[in-house]
């Protein structure tokens, strides 16, 4: 298996298998390898940790770093989880969400649009968060109060 984004190549195999990869490859231009997965330690590639498992496969997760810096910038760090992110029924707590429906200034939208393209970052690894964010992605063309709440809430 090789997947290749942009100039970061990521491939899997046998160990022979991959070499004679790697060695054409660098006949055909200039490249370098990287790390090879193991048991033993992560490996960054596009942003996420990769790891081998024991029956042949790879785990992929976020860096706990990556979350911690997304709810920063969202200004809710050290917030208390929410029980459920189910946004249907959701109180407002800032004057901003107490408008609910009054679409947001062009800042608040494109931060909205940025909190969004986050989690949307997240969601293939974090299939539990897939329904809330597919809801949220649907206002990213004219987001309200009632929408930013929403994405707080799956914060």
Known sequence: ???????????GGTTG??????????RR??????ETLTLEKDTKY???????VAKGGFSV???KEYYERTLE????????????RDTSNLKPHTLEEKARDVALDADRATH??????????????RIDLGFEVQ???RALTTPCGRDMAGVRRIL
């Not at 231009?29 to 990287?34: D, N």
Request: glycine content about 8%; proline content about 5%.
């Open 112 to 125: 909205y649009r940025q909190l969004v393209g986050k989690l949307r970052f997240v969601v293939l690894e």
């Open 46 to 52: 596009l942003g996420k940790l990769y790891r081998r």
């Open 73 to 84: 910038w969202a200004g809710l760090k050290g917030c208390k989880p929410a029980r459920s």
């Open 29 to 34: 231009m200039i490249f370098k390898r990287g």
């Open 1 to 11: 298996m090789l997947n290749i984004h942009v100039d970061d190549p990521l491939a």
């Open 135 to 137: 809801k949220a992605s």
């Open 61 to 63: 997760r976020h860096p």
């Open 17 to 26: 298998d991959l070499d004679e990869v790697f060695d054409e490859l660098q």
